[in-house]
């Protein structure tokens, strides 16, 4: 069974830095994309970054030019450089895989989430 654990989360002051780390267990697949998702209480979650196997990658316009996302492929590992961190990136962060098979079959992972919190 796929599990991902993420770490890194934590409080931090507007205008700092954190860096979410993302690891799977389990898998016997290479995941064909990656990424990172975010949520606050009463609203949908939304996509942050996603980064495919070819190393394309996708931002919200929220985030762009603050935040990188990276993964390596070998170790289906995805991580997510925050900088200039404001208030509103607050939120419980989510790492999602997505297996695409040959016969159109997709499978998505998600992680349990880790918290993260900056304050103004």
């Known amino acids: 069974q796929v599990q991902l654990v993420e770490s890194g989360g934590g409080l931090v002051q507007a205008g700092g830095s954190l860096r979410l780390s993302c690891g799977a267990s389990g898998s016997t697949f290479s995941f064909n994309a990656m990424g990172w998702y975010r949520q606050v209480p009463g609203k949908q979650r939304t996509m942050v970054a996603s980064?495919?196997?070819?190393?394309?990658?996708n931002y919200a316009d929220s985030v762009k030019g603050r935040f990188t996302i990276s993964s390596d492929n070998a170790k289906n590992t995805v991580d997510l450089q925050m900088n200039s961190l404001k208030p509103d990136d607050t939120a419980v962060y989510y790492c999602?895989?997505?297996?695409?098979?040959?016969?159109?079959?997709?499978?998505?992972?998600w992680g349990q989430g880790t918290q993260v919190t900056v304050s103004s």
């Open positions: 999602k895989a997505e297996v695409r098979l040959t016969d159109g079959t997709v499978y998505i992972y």
């Open positions: 980064i495919s196997s070819l190393g394309s990658t």
